[in-house]
C-alpha cells in the first residue's frame, strides 16, 4: 500500500463524510455529526453498579473469552471479567515453548507453514448455543482453517482450502447443531490461480462451506465480489456476508469506486439441492458452485451503503445487522424477509427495515441480549449503544430520526477500536453483562515501551444505560475478534489429563529401537525421570524420540529439551509427543526436563552419547 | 478395529500404571509375622493370619494390599503395611513391607518412618486413630500426604479384620434409598435440618488468640436434590450429577477463614492430605481426579465462601443414607514450627431427604 496507514485512515474518515452520498443514506442523517449525539463524560456517568468485575485471588472469572491473536498465528483464552491470559493455544505459528512445530504431531499439522494470520474464533453450536465440543478459526494469511478440541484445549485439524486469498469471516453453523462453518475470501484472484496474466475484472471471490466433523471442504459458492465478515441465522438456513469490493478494485480508490457494496446471502438448501443435481465444477480438487449474478439461484444481493464491514445476527434471530464502515450507518436486516426475496416476491432491498445513523466509522455490532445493539465505531474512536426497535420505529418517525433517538448512549474508547463483542451475545443467551472492546491503538494508555507497542483492550459493564469502561489490559499481536463463553458451557468439558492411548504411539515401557541408521527411543516420563537413562547413537542416526508422561496428577508436565539440537516440547498429563532428528553431532548431550515438575525437576535429564 | 483399542487399552492400563516408576525412591523390607505379634502359631486363613499361643488365639496378623490397596501415598503407590493385634483390639505392632514415598526429597531417613509408625503400638483400633490426634506428625513433618494415607490404610485394613473376627460390631442400619423429591431450602434450613454441617476451629483454639473462625468449614452431600440443587444451583447439580457414573457420590466442602482444608499437597501428589471420610471401617481419601472447584454457592443467606470443592466417592461401598464422619487435619504456623489441629463432624442424611 503505498498510503502510510494514518493517511489511509483519515482517507476514510473523508470518504466517509464526502463520498457518503449513496441514495440509501437518508439526508437527515447525513446532516448530523457526531456532536449532535455527545460524547459520553464523567458527569454523565450512572451512579456506581455493583456488578462487579475484581477476580480476587481465589476466585474464578465468570467467563472464557476466546481470542484470535491475529498475525501472532495463535488463540488465547482469557478470563473474564478479570481479563487476566490463561492460555495461548498455538495455531498457525510456531511455539517453542510447547514445541508446536517443532514435535512430529504439529508439523503434520503446519506443513512447513508457521505465519498465520488468525482472525475470527467461532465455537461449535448446538440449537443456538455453543456446545464446548470445537473452535474454530481462519488464518487469512494462508488460508487454512484449523479446529480446535474444547477437551484438550489443543488445535487438532487444519484445513487448507484452495482458490481462495484473504481467508476472512469464519462463521459456523447455529441451528440444529454445527455441520458446516463457512469461511470467505476478502481478496478476489483468478480461479483457479493458474493464470497470472488474467484481468482482474476476470478476478473471483469463494464462499467455502466446510464440513465441521471431516474437516473437508464439502464446496464453494464463486462470485464476483469480494467477502469480508460473515455470520449465520438462528434457523441453520443461510450464511450471510458482506462485500466491499464489488467493483473488483486492485487498488484502494477503486473499491471506493461505488456508492454500494452488499449484503450476500447464501441458500443452504439451494446449495445442498445444487451439489446433489451435480451443478459443480472440480476446482482444485474441491466442488465449485457459480453463485455469480444471473448465473443461479444459490445467492441474494442486497444493497448496503459503501463498503460494509461486520454482519452480526441478533441474538433473537431476527436481524442481521451490517455495520457501514465507510457509511456512517447501520443496515437491519429482517432475516424472516430473505425468503422471499429468494422467491422473488419482494426486491432485496425491502429486507432493510432500518438503517439508523451511528457515527463515523461503524464496524461491528454486538448485542445485549435486551434488545440493544452496540457498534464499534473506528474512527470517532467510540462505542455506540441503540436500540434495534426503536431504529427500525423511527423509520417511519422523520423527526425522531433527525434526533437519532435510538442512540442510548455513545461511550469513547481508547482507542480506535476495532471488533467489540458482548457476553454470550452471539448465541440466544445473549446475557447483557461485559463487553470487550478491542481497541487498536494503545497510544499513551500503558507504560510507555518503544515504537511498536500493544494492543488495548477494554472491558465495558452494559448492565446499565450507560456504558462504563471499567478496565484497560495490554494485549500482544493482534487480536482481531473474540467470542465470550459462559464458564458453566466450557467448564464441564474440557479435561485435566489426555486419554493416553488415544495416540497410538503411547509409550508404555522405555526403550530404544534400531533399524539400520533409525533409532527410536521410547521414553516414559514420571516425575523426576525419564524411563531410560542413556541412550547410545552413531552419527549419522534418525532419531525418533517418543515421550509419554505417566504422571496423572493435574497440571504436572514435563518438557523434553535436547542440548545442541534445537529440540523441546511439553507434554501435559498423560500426553505423547514425538520428534524426528538427525544426530549429526557426535559428542555427550544431555536431555532435560524444561517444564518445571518436581522437587528434583533440576536432577530430571537423562545423556544421549552420539558415537 | 475399535475392538481392538479398547481391548489393548484394558490390557496396558496396569501396566502403563507400572511402567517405568522411578526405582530409587522404593524400599522393599524383609518381614517374618512376629514382628508385629509375638506367638508360636499363625494360621493362616483367607487374607489374615489367626495369632495362637499356647493354643490360645492371641490376636490377627494382615498385609495391608490385602484389604486398602485402593489407598495410595504421594508416589502413587500402596504403601503395604504388615499390621498386627490383638484379641481386644490393640495394635500390636506395624512395619512397612514396601513404599515408594519420595520422603527423602524433604530431608527425612527411613528411619523417621520408622519412628512414625512406631506410635501405633498400643493404639485401639476401636478408638479413633487420627493424624494429628492420637498420631502425631512429628515424625514425619512435612510428609502429610504419607502421613494421611499411611494411617488410612492401617485403621481401615485393621478394622476391617476387627469386623470380620467381631472385634468391631456395627449397629445394623438400614439402607435407604435417597429421595428423589426437590424442595426449595433456604441456607437456614439447610443447616436446621442437619443437611449442613458446620465446623469452626478457632483461632483461640490453635493458640492464636481471637474468637474468630481459623476455618469456618460447612459440608454436605450433594445427590439428595433437596440439598445439592439448593446448595450448589440448578445448573451446577446438573453438572456435578452428570460427572458422577453409577455408584460414586459426591459431598461439597467449602470454608471460610485464613486455614485452608484443601493445603497445596494435592498440587504435588494429587492427594487432599487434609480431609478425609470415615464410615464404618473404611476410610475414603481424595485425589486431584475427584475434585472440581466450588465458587458459588446458591442458596439464599448461605455464606460467601473462600474456597471450596465437590469431591466424588469413588468407591460404591460408600453408603449416602448412613452415617459418616467427616475428619479434618488443618496445618498451621506457631512461630516457624508447623502444626496440626485435628476436627471431626459427624454426618447423618435427615430422614426427609431419603425414601422411607
Same mark, same amino acid.
Given at each position: 500500500m503505498s498510503i502510510d496507514r494514518r493517511n489511509f485512515l483519515k482517507y476514510l474518515g473523508m470518504a466517509g463524510a464526502v463520498a457518503g452520498t449513496s441514495l440509501l443514506v437518508s439526508e437527515g442523517i447525513k446532516a448530523k455529526g457526531k456532536d449532535a449525539i455527545g460524547p459520553a463524560s464523567a458527569e454523565a456517568q450512572t451512579k456506581p453498579?455493583?456488578?462487579?468485575?475484581e477476580v480476587k485471588p481465589g476466585e474464578l472469572d465468570s467467563y472464557y473469552g476466546f481470542w484470535s491473536g491475529g498475525h501472532s498465528g495463535e488463540v488465547r483464552i482469557l478470563g473474564l471479567p478479570s481479563m487476566r491470559e490463561i492460555k495461548r493455544i498455538p495455531v498457525f505459528n510456531m511455539d517453542v515453548g510447547t514445541g508446536y512445530g517443532i514435535t512430529n504431531e504439529s508439523k503434520a499439522l503446519l506443513k512447513g507453514k508457521f505465519c498465520g494470520d488468525t482472525h475470527h474464533v467461532h465455537g461449535s453450536y448446538k440449537n443456538g448455543v455453543y456446545d464446548g465440543k470445537y473452535l474454530f478459526v481462519n488464518d487469512k494469511l494462508n488460508n487454512r482453517v484449523a479446529r480446535i478440541r474444547c477437551?484438550? +484445549?489443543?488445535?487438532d485439524k487444519i484445513l487448507d482450502v484452495p482458490?481462495?486469498?484473504? +481467508?476472512?469471516?469464519l462463521f459456523t453453523q447455529r441451528h440444529p447443531k454445527t455441520e458446516w462453518l463457512v469461511v470467505n475470501s476478502e481478496f478476489q484472484i483468478p480461479v483457479p490461480n493458474n493464470t497470472p496474466s488474467q484481468a482482474p475484472s476476470q478476478y473471483n471471490g469463494c464462499h467455502t462451506v466446510i464440513d465441521a466433523e471431516k474437516m473437508e471442504v464439502v464446496c464453494q459458492i464463486l462470485m464476483d465480489e469480494n467477502m469480508d465478515l460473515a455470520a449465520t441465522d438462528y434457523g441453520g438456513r443461510y450464511s450471510m456476508t458482506t462485500s466491499y469490493n464489488i467493483e473488483k478494485g486492485v487498488t484502494v480508490s477503486e473499491m471506493l469506486g461505488s456508492d454500494y457494496d452488499y449484503m450476500l446471502v447464501f441458500h443452504w438448501d439451494r446449495i445442498k439441492k445444487a451439489l446433489s443435481d451435480g451443478k459443480f465444477k472440480m476446482v482444485g480438487g474441491v466442488k465449485v458452485l457459480d453463485g455469480r449474478a444471473g448465473k443461479s439461484d444459490l445467492t441474494i444481493r442486497i444493497k448496503i451503503p459503501k463498503n460494509p464491514h461486520g454482519i452480526n445476527v441478533s441474538p433473537d434471530g431476527k436481524y442481521a445487522v451490517c455495520s457501514g464502515k465507510v457509511a456512517p450507518t447501520c443496515s437491519v436486516v429482517a432475516i424472516d424477509k430473505i425468503e422471499d426475496v429468494f422467491n422473488g416476491k419482494i426486491k432485496p432491498e425491502d429486507c432493510i427495515v432500518a438503517q439508523p445513523y451511528i457515527g463515523l466509522g461503524p464496524l461491528h455490532t454486538t448485542f445485549d441480549g435486551k434488545g440493544n445493539a452496540i457498534t464499534s465505531v473506528f474512527i470517532d474512536s467510540t462505542n455506540v449503544k441503540w436500540n434495534v426497535q426503536k431504529a427500525i420505529d423511527n423509520e417511519k418517525l422523520p423527526e425522531e430520526k433527525k434526533k437519532n433517538s435510538h442512540i442510548i448512549d455513545v461511550l469513547d474508547v481508547n482507542y480506535q477500536v476495532g471488533h467489540i463483542m458482548a457476553t454470550m451475545a452471539e448465541t440466544k443467551e445473549a446475557d447483557g453483562q461485559w463487553l470487550v472492546s478491542l481497541n487498536k491503538f494503545s497510544k499513551d494508555r500503558f507504560l510507555n515501551v518503544g515504537p511498536l507497542k500493544n494492543e488495548c483492550e477494554q472491558l465495558v459493564d452494559i448492565t446499565g444505560d450507560k456504558l462504563k469502561i471499567v478496565h484497560d489490559s495490554a494485549a500482544y499481536i493482534e487480536p482481531h475478534d473474540c467470542i465470550i463463553v459462559r464458564r458453566d458451557i466450557i467448564e464441564k468439558v474440557v479435561k485435566d489429563r489426555f486419554n493416553m492411548f488415544e495416540n497410538p504411539l503411547a509409550v508404555t515401557k522405555s526403550g530404544v529401537e534400531r533399524k539400520g541408521n533409525k533409532v527410536t527411543v521410547k521414553l516414559t516420563a514420571n516425575a523426576p525421570v525419564f524411563g531410560l537413562q542413556e541412550v547410545q547413537l552413531k552419527k549419522g542416526d534418525e532419531v525418533t524420540v517418543i515421550v509419554t508422561n505417566h504422571d496423572e496428577i493435574s497440571d504436572l508436565g514435563h518438557g523434553f529439551a535436547l542440548s545442541n539440537y534445537n529440540i523441546n516440547f511439553v507434554v501435559a498429563p498423560f500426553q505423547t509427543k514425538s520428534v524426528t532428528f538427525t544426530a549429526d553431532k557426535p559428542g555427550v548431550y544431555w536431555a532435560y526436563c524444561t517444564n518445571f515438575c518436581h522437587a528434583l525437576h533440576l536432577e530430571m535429564r537423562m545423556r544421549l552419547i552420539v558415537t | 478395529m475399535k475392538k481392538i483399542i479398547v481391548l489393548l487399552f484394558v490390557l496396558m492400563l496396569p501396566v502403563a500404571a507400572l511402567a517405568d516408576k522411578p526405582k530409587f525412591l522404593e524400599h522393599r523390607y524383609e518381614y517374618k509375622l512376629e514382628d508385629v505379634l509375638k506367638a508360636d502359631k499363625y494360621e493362616k486363613k483367607d487374607r489374615y493370619w489367626e495369632a495362637y499361643t499356647a493354643g490360645k488365639l492371641v490376636g490377627y496378623v494382615l498385609l495391608s494390599k490385602d484389604w #486398602?490397596?485402593?489407598?495410595?501415598?504421594y508416589a502413587g503407590k500402596h504403601m503395604e503395611t504388615l499390621i498386627g493385634f490383638d484379641t481386644k483390639g490393640q495394635i500390636t505392632g506395624v512395619k512397612v513391607v514396601f513404599h515408594a514415598e519420595p520422603i527423602v526429597l524433604i530431608g527425612l531417613k527411613e528411619e523417621n518412618y520408622d519412628n512414625f509408625m512406631k506410635q501405633y503400638k498400643g493404639m485401639a483400633i476401636t478408638q479413633g486413630m487420627s493424624v494429628g490426634n492420637e498420631i502425631k506428625m512429628d515424625a514425619i513433618t512435612g510428609a502429610t500426604v504419607t502421613a494421611v494415607v499411611q494411617n488410612a490404610i492401617i485403621a481401615e485394613s485393621a478394622r476391617k479384620v476387627a469386623s470380620m473376627s467381631g472385634i468391631i460390631q456395627h449397629a445394623h442400619q438400614k439402607s435407604h434409598k435417597l429421595s428423589k423429591k426437590f424442595e426449595a431450602l433456604s441456607w437456614k434450613d439447610l443447616m436446621d435440618s442437619g443437611a449442613v454441617k458446620n465446623i469452626v476451629v478457632t483461632q483461640e483454639e490453635i493458640g492464636?488468640?481471637?474468637?474468630?473462625?481459623?476455618i469456618d468449614l460447612f459440608f454436605g452431600l450433594v445427590a439428595p436434590p433437596s440439598i445439592g440443587k439448593n446448595v450448589l444451583g440448578e445448573r451446577a447439580y446438573a453438572d456435578a450429577m452428570d460427572t458422577l457414573k453409577e455408584g460414586e457420590s459426591a459431598v461439597f466442602i467449602f470454608s471460610n477463614g485464613p486455614g485452608s482444608f484443601k493445603g497445596s499437597g494435592f498440587a504435588r501428589g494429587g492427594v487432599f492430605e487434609r480431609f478425609n471420610l470415615e464410615q464404618d471401617d473404611k476410610s475414603y481419601v481424595f485425589t486431584d481426579k475427584d475434585y472440581k472447584i466450588l #465458587?458459588?454457592?446458591?442458596?439464599?443467606?448461605s455464606p460467601a465462601l473462600r474456597e471450596g470443592g465437590i469431591f466424588i466417592i469413588r468407591a460404591k461401598d460408600f453408603d449416602q443414607s448412613k452415617p459418616f464422619k467427616l475428619k479434618l487435619v488443618i496445618g498451621y504456623r506457631a512461630g516457624n514450627e508447623k502444626k496440626f489441629k485435628p476436627a471431626v463432624s459427624d454426618y447423618k442424611l435427615p430422614d426427609k431427604f431419603m425414601e422411607q
Open positions: 453498579q455493583k456488578h462487579d468485575y477437551d484438550y +484445549m489443543e488445535v482458490n481462495i486469498q484473504g +481467508m476472512h469471516g | #486398602t490397596k485402593q489407598h495410595v501415598g492464636q488468640g481471637g474468637k474468630e473462625p481459623y #465458587t458459588d454457592i446458591a442458596a439464599k443467606g
